[in-house]
């Protein structure tokens, strides 16, 4: 079975030779932009010889906002039209990308979801998270102009890297669904409409799309914000909302999951045992995993990002134990 059979064989929830494996995180300096970066993910992937590739979209965070200096300065913001660079550069990368690999392999792109963009955006502009918030307190309608204008431009990105680069899907990065955040009624009202704009938009190019509920805070999420989010694999922080592969495949209709693997660092911390543990113990864990799982319906990865100082040979130990099951 060859990586890309492998890998939609296990999305759609069918019987695979062994259970694919990804694992990935975010390139750094100049390997962070431009050609350095098509070439950084593309030795990553020579060396791991992973399952299939997801695509950071590191440089390209932040998404452009005018200036914001009170809450209804969100009113001002609008969608970016086809040939502005923050789609271009990403369509490029991942054209790129796919055009070197993707006969082998399937390939991702991670898409955040509207909220995160713009918070992105306003960080790079000096607005900080609770002032995001404070401006949703006070001018709801206008921040929520903003999501509609973010989701049509975000929308409009997953279309191009469906149908123009050539990725496979993309990795839907949803986040704000902490339990001090948002009321669910609040979430639902507010930000679920641009989240759901772009995902529904990119199942309209691509029914092979994942959902990651990031655990990124370090705090648990309200899961049942997302459960029936329209992807076909769905990805959650195991080892920070505490819900395991197994307590998952029920509670997200029995969909495909991926994950399974702490992937916690903060720059001086790294936690989980694919940083911690010896190669017997990776292997052991990832032989474990497998066997209480069951090998349909199962992607192996993380939480989330790695950390990108990891030892390659540790990825390379989990494929391995993947690959004797």
């Known amino acids: 079975m060859d990586k890309r059979t492998r890998v939609l064989s296990a999305m759609e929830g069918k019987e695979v030779d062994h259970v694919p494996a990804g694992f990935w995180f975010h390139f750094q300096g100049e390997e962070a932009s431009g050609e350095a970066c098509v070439q950084a993910h593309l030795n990553y992937y020579k060396e791991t010889d ?3 590739v997801k695509i950071m979209c590191d440089s390209y ?7 914001i200096a009170c809450a209804k300065d969100w009113g001002k913001v609008e969608p970016l039209d086809a040939d502005h660079p923050f789609i271009r550069g990403q369509v490029e990368r991942a054209k790129s990308i796919v055009k070197a690999i993707g006969s082998e392999r399937c390939v991702f792109y991670n898409v955040f979801a509207p909220f995160s963009s713009l918070r992105f955006g306003a960080d790079s502009l000096g607005v900080k998270d609770a002032d995001v918030m404070a401006h949703i307190r006070e001018d709801r309608h206008a921040l929520m102009h903003a999501l509609d204008a973010i989701a049509e431009t ?5 279309q191009r890297l469906i149908t123009e680069a050539g990725c496979d899907g993309v990795y839907y990065c949803v986040q704000g669904g902490e339990r001090d955040r948002f009321s669910p009624k609040e979430y639902r009202e507010m930000i ?8 529904e938009h990119a199942n309209r190019f691509s029914e092979n799309n994942i959902l990651h509920m990031c655990g990124w805070a370090g705090n648990g999420n309200q899961l049942e914000l997302w459960k029936d989010y329209p992807a076909k694999v769905m990805n959650w922080a195991v080892f920070v909302e505490g819900v395991s592969l197994e307590e998952g495949r029920p509670y997200f209709g029995g969909k495909t999951v991926l994950g399974g693997f702490e ?10 045992i694919i940083y911690n543990g010896t190669k017997e113990e990776l292997q052991e864990y990832t032989r474990q995993l ?5 090998k349909r319906g ?4 993380g939480d989330c990002t790695i950390d990108a100082s990891i030892d390659l040979e540790r990825i390379r130990w989990i494929l391995e134990a993947a690959r004797s099951l």
Do not use: C, Q
């Open 50 to 52: 992973l399952d299939f």
């Open 61 to 67: 965070f932040p998404f452009p906002l005018p200036k």
């Open 154 to 158: 975000n929308a409009l990105l997953a």
């Open 192 to 199: 679920a409409p641009s989240d759901l704009y772009v995902l």
């Open 263 to 272: 992937t916690h660092w903060d720059g001086t911390v790294r936690e989980g």
């Open 290 to 294: 497998i066997k209480s799982f069951g």
């Open 298 to 301: 199962l992607m192996l990865g």
